[in-house]
């Protein structure tokens, strides 16, 4: 059982990435999914939430605009797709599937948004 980040990389500001979380061993489509980030030094940071179905979503202000969460509960898979990087953009990216007090943790991808 577990969820695996990915899509992560090195891009220039301005530019854009779309990272995956895939779960195995459990249905994805029964979890409400949240993106966190971590830049270096700080705190983690809640970046978009996802209800179970997709139907309602939340942003924190910094990503608003720019970030989309979506879901693909037939492939198991939640996205985040990023646009207008920033410098500021820069963090490790996990997702979290909880629902009550069973969580699912990743490993985390590495965005990294630099000239």
């Known amino acids: 059982v577990q969820v695996v980040e990915s899509g992560g990389g090195l891009v220039q500001p301005g530019g854009s990435l779309r990272l995956s979380c895939v779960a195995s061993?459990?249905?994805?489509?029964?979890?409400?999914v949240t993106w966190y980030r971590q830049a270096p030094g700080k705190g983690r940071e809640l970046v978009a939430i996802?209800?179970?179905?997709?139907?309602?979503?939340y942003y924190a202000d910094s990503v608003k605009g720019r970030f989309t969460i979506s879901r693909d509960n037939a492939k198991n898979n939640v996205y985040l797709q990023m646009n207008s990087l920033t410098p500021e953009d820069t963090a490790v990216y996990y997702c979290?599937?909880?629902?009550?007090?069973?969580?699912?943790w990743g490993q985390g991808t590495q965005v990294t948004v630099s000239s």
């Open positions: 979290e599937a909880r629902s009550g007090s069973v969580a699912y």
């Open positions: 061993g459990f249905r994805l489509s029964t979890y409400p």
């Open positions: 996802s209800t179970s179905t997709g139907g309602s979503t």
